[in-house]
């Protein structure tokens, strides 16, 4: 068994709490869906949420899928100049006998810039 970390990142439409936990709650369950993930396996979740994005913790969105007994934070990501606004990152760690290369990495919406090499049509 390994800790693998499963790399992830979405666009929020505004700076609403329903906002930022809807893309937050969809970036989450597609890291689940592609990876087969269950919550008991996952080790912790980092979050991260560029400053235009403050209304509401994205872990928050974790919490109410039911990952309460999984160690989760948010931090404010840096203010980079071009950087991709509203966007919600995420670093996964998950308890997994799979190798590195069979990780899927999730990235959506405006997002999908960040990493076009992971961010093929099956993902």
């Given at each position: 068994?390994?800790?693998?970390?499963?790399?992830?990142?979405?666009?929020?439409?505004?700076?609403?709490p329903?906002?930022?936990?809807?893309?937050?709650?969809?970036?989450?369950?597609?890291?689940?869906?592609?990876?087969?993930?269950?919550?008991?396996?996952?080790?912790?979740v980092?979050?991260?949420?560029?400053?235009?994005?403050?209304?509401?913790?994205?872990?928050?969105?974790?919490?109410?899928?039911?990952?309460?007994?999984?160690?989760?934070?948010?931090?404010?990501?840096?203010?980079?100049?071009?950087?991709?606004?509203?966007?919600?990152?995420?670093?996964?760690?998950?308890?997994?006998?799979?190798?590195?290369?069979?990780?899927?990495?999730?990235?959506l919406?405006?997002?999908?810039?960040?990493?076009?090499?992971?961010?093929?049509?099956?993902?």
């Open positions: 068994m390994h800790v693998r970390g499963i790399r992830g990142a979405t666009t929020v439409e505004a700076n609403t329903a906002a930022i936990l809807e893309a937050t709650q969809e970036l989450l369950g597609e890291i689940v869906r592609a990876n087969g993930v269950e919550p008991d396996e996952v080790a912790a980092f979050f991260a949420a560029t400053p235009d994005l403050d209304a509401v913790y994205p872990a928050e969105g974790a919490r109410r899928m039911g990952w309460v007994a999984v160690p989760l934070l948010s931090v404010a990501d840096l203010d980079v100049p071009g950087a991709v606004d509203r966007c919600v990152r995420v670093l996964l760690l998950w308890n997994t006998a799979r190798a590195q290369d069979e990780i899927v990495h999730v990235y919406r405006g997002a999908r810039s960040l990493r076009p090499d992971l961010s093929g049509p099956g993902v």
